[in-house]
């Protein structure tokens, strides 16, 4: 069977190009697992024992290694066959489609390089041998190389096992090259924004969108006892696929991550690809859309297992299965190889680097039942760098008032189910963080007539202070102080991202004192999808940062750590860690495998979270964080972060005293707990604390350079007005309030509960 490629007529190959001369000093090797040379019994045979003796593809324990070739050999003696007869089912007129493809994007590379560049290719295993090539490339007068393995997301059975080839043939023919690799390029930029609009244009032409079609993304599986060693290739796919589904803008119920190709009695990673597809197709999904989202060619995993295999499967229930193809030599994926050769990787923003998304969303409409016209808002908070802008008019509370009322985790989680069991409110959750302590939710009205708001406050602060004050808002202006607080517009930091997750474990903390209902949930996810579509729709997404991010990058930047280089531990199974997790592995660079998390939640939902964002990392459960676990863990470490909620400290100078030589390899402390989760270790020789206070004097200096950036007060202003335009109609509020008659316009200051009632309405400047 042969199959023919579009337009391959005209293509020139690579092998079709002249012969390096003079002017090409530099050159790009594109490297790939590779193909047999024919789709032949004996030919496929001696391609799978080459691939399947690896070492690093077949990981055997270190008293068996011994034994690897001689299994490689006999697993493909038994699969040739069969593997030759599929091979033949995908074979073009050009051969291996896997290799024309390559030799087209070498092709289409060197046409856009700049001139005294080419592109070549290589294969792992098979031919052309990464050794002949690189030989032919050393003698040809070339003076730098670039190598790319053609995989984005990085697995040592893949980009692990080209490098050691690359690095290994180096030694011998190429010592005067000077070489750069390019050995993991997952979040790039262009590679997410080539990826989305291949999608795109695939969807398009096929009709296909989010109402009527589900998007599977399928990466080649892994056995899970490669990434528990510590392989990252499983948190890479993820990001990828979170990146590409961002800048399509396809909604995260409507799409779904598996894995194929799974080989051998071994555990290997879920969910498989065929089980998802069986699982659809029994959901009544009549149409699913397949992106090889770990393939950046056309091969035997996705021309045969897919579009042949899986969709004859699928499709025998009825429906339909679009594969959309790999990126091969696409304009966009060409123009993405480009900028990976000439400046490396550039990783995408959250935000989608200032893109829009390629679908057209849904209409977002306020839901219905969200009941805002009994919605309040009871809290104080410090003051923004930003200030309140258009919002509702708010008083802020002096630094020193807040630490007083400021309250851990398991007291917020007390005073939501005494909330609950006196009767002051069935829905509702505390937004509690080092810069708000405020309650959002729905009173009940209180049988004996006394104020509904007065209860709520003197359940809320057991505290009085000059400098202390509490805000009520009441429905849309309730819930405008919500959006703008999760868009990052009352906080510290200018566009604060991480404040979305801090609601969203609000939310969770609620769910566990019984507060959580569904007037609740339809309030929190109106919330987060506005928020996420601000930072997605304006140029907001310029000036968002993480509170994580910037104080780590103020640490870097006043020590000059190189946190690439560390180990790191995270004490603390909170959304902070979640956060310093991500960013670190992120934004840093570090190695999953120098992280260590020491943790004690009990939470299923945040342990999924901390699970995710610890990737292959190394988890430590504890029954509290002064066990000897937890000193032995720091002992260990460069970096240590405290991520916990406790007044109490948890460690002292003298429980490192005597761990290590502190002098000789300093340990640096970074603690966001606001309550202080250590004690004098500044004391001790070569170890430095940044504490919350610090921490916090850092992050404003930070912040003003965010507010001094060109079109920072431009993006703002742009915000505050999508934000109004999505406001929800006026409404009245339906409190039962003695201390304010009805229809009457509530007072600045209540006498009866001393409570500051706003009634502004939206739009109104800061006095």
């Not at 002249?18 to 001696?46: E, I, S």
């Not at 505290?463 to 906080?491: D, I, M, Q, Y």
């Not at 601000?534 to 997404?541: A, H, M, N, S």
């Not at 640096?668 to 206070?693: H, Y």
């Amino acid at each position: 069977m042969f199959l023919h490629f579009p337009n391959s007529s005209t293509r020139r190959r690579a092998s079709d190009q002249p012969r390096v001369g003079p002017t090409h000093r530099r050159a790009v090797l594109l490297v790939n697992t590779g193909t047999p040379d024919r789709p032949d019994v004996a030919a496929v045979q001696k391609y799978l024992a080459e691939f399947l003796s690896d070492p690093m593809v077949i990981q055997l324990p270190r008293g068996l290694r011994w034994f690897g070739g001689l299994l490689g050999r006999l697993i493909a003696r038994f699969r040739a066959a069969h593997s030759a007869e599929l091979y033949r089912s995908i074979w073009t007129e050009r051969g291996s489609p896997l290799m024309a493809i390559m030799e087209d994007q070498a092709s289409a590379l060197t046409s856009v390089l700049p001139e005294g560049w080419r592109a070549w290719v290589g294969m792992r295993y098979g031919r052309p041998a990464i050794a002949d090539v690189l030989r032919e490339i050393a003698t040809a007068g070339t003076e730098e190389l670039v190598v790319v393995p053609m995989y984005p997301q990085f697995s040592r059975t893949t980009t692990g096992t080209v490098l050691r080839e690359i690095y290994r043939v180096l030694k011998q023919v190429g010592p005067h090259l000077r070489v750069a690799t390019r050995t993991s390029w997952y979040d790039d930029a262009a590679y997410v924004h080539a990826q989305a609009k291949l999608i795109a244009e695939h969807a398009s032409t096929h009709g296909l969108k989010p109402a009527n079609c589900h998007l599977v993304f399928s990466a080649h599986g892994l056995p899970v006892s490669y990434v528990r060693r510590g392989d990252p290739y499983v948190q890479h796919v993820e990001r990828s696929v979170e990146l590409v589904a961002q800048r399509l803008g396809w909604p995260a119920d409507r799409r779904s991550l598996a894995y194929q190709s799974r080989l051998g009695p071994a555990e290997w990673l879920k969910p498989d690809l065929k089980e998802v597809l069986v699982q659809l197709r029994e959901q009544g999904e009549r149409s699913v859309l397949v992106c090889p989202i770990s393939f950046s060619v056309d091969c035997l995993e996705t021309l045969e297992e897919i579009d042949i295999r899986l969709r004859a499967e699928f499709e025998s229930g009825g429906g339909a299965l679009h594969l959309c193809p790999a990126l091969n030599d696409s304009e966009a994926f060409i123009s993405a190889l480009k900028n990976l050769v000439l400046r490396g990787p550039q990783p995408a923003s959250p935000g989608g680097n200032g893109q829009k998304p390629l679908l057209a969303e849904k209409t977002r409409q306020q839901p219905a039942d969200c009941d805002l016209k009994s919605l309040v808002m009871i809290g104080a908070s410090l003051a923004s760098r930003v200030g309140p802008g258009r919002g509702p008019y708010v008083g802020y509370t002096e630094p020193t008032s807040f630490a007083c009322i400021k309250k851990p985790h398991d007291d917020v989680l007390s005073i939501l189910r005494s909330i609950g069991g006196q009767g002051l409110s069935r829905e509702g959750l505390i937004w509690n963080t080092c810069h708000r302590f405020e309650f959002y939710g729905w009173l009940e009205k209180p049988p004996n007539g006394d104020c509904a708001v007065a209860r709520m406050r003197s359940r809320l602060f057991d505290c009085e202070s000059p400098g202390l004050e509490v805000n009520v808002l009441f429905g849309k202006e309730a819930w405008h102080h919500l959006v703008r607080t999760a868009v990052g517009l009352n906080s510290g930091l200018p566009g604060d991202s991480d404040v979305v997750e801090q609601l969203q474990t609000a939310y969770r903390v609620a769910e566990g004192a019984g507060t959580a209902g569904p007037r609740l949930k339809c309030l929190l996810d109106e919330a987060v999808t506005v928020a996420r579509a601000v930072r997605e729709e304006t140029e907001w997404r310029r000036h968002s940062r993480g509170y994580c991010l910037a104080t780590i990058t103020r640490v870097c930047e006043t020590t000059g750590l190189n946190m690439a280089a560390r180990r790191h531990v995270a004490i603390g199974g909170s959304t902070t860690s979640c956060a310093v997790l991500q960013t670190l592995r992120e934004h840093f660079g570090v190695n999953a495998r120098q992280i260590t998390l020491v943790y004690r939640s009990r939470r299923n939902g945040q342990i999924k979270l901390l699970r995710k964002a610890i990737g292959g990392g190394r988890r430590v459960r504890v029954q509290t964080y002064t066990e000897r676990a937890v000193t032995d863990a720091v002992a260990q470490a460069d970096v240590v972060y405290f991520g916990i909620d406790s007044e109490a400290p948890v460690m002292k100078a003298d429980d490192l005293r005597g761990v290590r030589d502190f002098a000789k390899r300093p340990l640096t402390v970074i603690d966001f707990n606001s309550f202080g989760s250590t004690v004098d270790l500044e004391m001790i020789d070569g170890v430095t604390v940044w504490n919350a206070a610090r921490l916090e004097r850092e992050v404003a200096a930070y912040a003003e350079t965010v507010c001094t950036r060109t079109g920072f007060s431009t993006a703002l202003a742009e915000v505050e007005r999508w934000i109004a335009q999505r406001t929800p109609p006026a409404v009245v509020p339906a409190l039962d309030l003695p201390c304010a008659e009805q229809g009457q316009v509530l007072p600045p200051r209540c006498s009866g509960c001393r409570t500051r009632l706003h009634s502004e309405s939206v739009g109104s400047t800061a006095r």
